[in-house]
């Protein structure tokens, strides 16, 4: 409530921050924990250790001792395209696939991926998001980036980014909210970092862009948002994002979808988690016998931590792709100058086991019918703190709580002043909506069905700041 190629079937695992980014992901769901978390008996532990092999083009993993889970509660169908894909690159890889693998694919996959042809926002979709739920939510990010920019020293020129847009109403929301102070929406250069072709097209929509040609023959067209005459560009990743002027970057709702690795601890030490086939062709989980090349980031993860805090887990998430992310973000913002704002659901330290995966607003089986569900973990705060403190041109700031992160910005004035002048039917719209980006667990005036009332995300939702160090201390973070 992210960047990056797209996978390739290959014999190793590549972390490069300039890779596909993967779309962001937000979610409003009506549970509050994960029923789709991996119950422990689809594990056992290996008995007989594996004895170390020289490095392959393979990945050979020892299923003797494993259980083997039941079957998915789906009524048997086909194999879905996705499907028979992923079975292939288990196929040639000679063995399982890793989990973040897995998750890239499922999301991103150019043909079936879930986020790539199709709209999965609001009522109608998987999840409902922070700017779909209120447009309050757009107007304080106009605000917070308005106060970034005056920081800044009001230059001329901005780059503002945000990754991964969803329909672009977070975006729109926010020109609109800021559409009278015509030198800030004139020092802007929209930049959507996007590789949804579907999405694009709502993104355009929503902004209401207009397509201008040039003014001779040899000139590009250019695209403008006619909220505030503004030139919009999209790109598929961050890194094409031109250079050279202060950016502001936003990142709502895109670091959890970014693929993490799963580890669990076993009698030889961390073992990753990784995505098999079964004989009767069921995928399902298995241990990988061998370090493997996520293991250099669950190892950098760990130094980060007290040894207190490692002690009591049997499970840890690690996202090598969200920290290649915030130092090629950080390196950006510390040479060009600017900042970024981060919100997303997640915690303040290690992550243990979140992934789950949401289809029409409801938890389901990680590995039930891959494609038709969006998957998401919570997002390590404090390991994207360590990431952008690596870079001495940078500081950062929280995380704090959505609601004390809006709050702080006037969210609480701006509903007063919607309501004097609404019907009954907008007022209530606007209470339900103010609830679900503020408040926490379920709305106390509701008076409508339960399975309906609207539960707040304002506690389960946190916001970071990464700003350049000349800037001081952005707003509200003080």
Known sequence: MLR??????????RFSSSSSLLLASRRQCS????????????????????PQTPPSATISVDRSALYHPPDHSHEPTADSE????????????????????????????????????????G????????????QMFGEMIGV??????????????????ELGPGRGTLLADLLRGVSKFKNFTESLQIHMVECSPALQKLQYQNLKCLTEDGTDGNTEKKCISTITETPVSWHMTLEQVPTGSPTIIIAHEFYDALPVHQFQKASRGWCEKMIDVTENSLFRFVLSPQPTPATLYLMK??????????????????????????????????????????????????????????????????????????????????????SAEEFSDVSVHGPMTQSQFLGSLGINFRIEALLENCTDEQAESLRTGYWRL???????????????????????????????????????FE
């Open 4 to 13: 990056r190629a797209l996978l390739q079937a290959s014999a190793r695992c």
């Open 31 to 50: 549970s509050s924990s994960s029923s789709s978390q991996v119950p422990e008996d689809h594990f056992v532990e290996q008995s007989v250790d594996t």
């Open 82 to 121: 996705l499907v028979k894909h992923l079975k292939n690159i288990i196929k040639f890889r000679g063995g399982p696939i890793t989990v973040a693998e897995y998750m890239e694919e499922v999301l991103t996959n150019p043909k079936a991926g879930f986020y790539v042809n199709r709209d999965v926002f």
């Open 123 to 134: 009522a109608g979709g998987d999840f409902i998001t922070s700017p779909e739920v209120s």
């Open 144 to 161: 917070w980036t308005m106060c970034l920019w005056e920081q800044m020293g009001q230059p001329k020129r901005v780059n503002l980014v």
């Open 301 to 386: 993860r760990c130094r980060w931590a007290e040894t207190k805090e490692i002690a009591g887990l049997d499970h840890i998430e690690v996202c090598p792709k969200a920290m290649d992310l915030t130092q090629e973000i950080s390196n950006r913002i510390g040479t060009d100058g600017g900042g970024a704002l981060i919100i997303d659901y997640g915690l303040n330290r290690i992550v243990s086991d979140s992934l789950q995966a949401i289809r029409k607003h409801k938890f389901v089986d990680i590995l039930d019918d891959p494609g038709s569900a969006d998957l998401s973990a919570y997002v390590d705060f404090a390991a994207i703190r360590h």
């Open 438 to 476: 503020v408040g926490d667990g379920e709305a106390p005036f509701w008076e409508g069905p339960d399975e309906q009332a609207p539960i707040g995300m304002g506690t389960r939702y946190l916001a970071m700041a990464i700003v350049n160090k000349k800037q001081g201390v952005p707003v509200p």
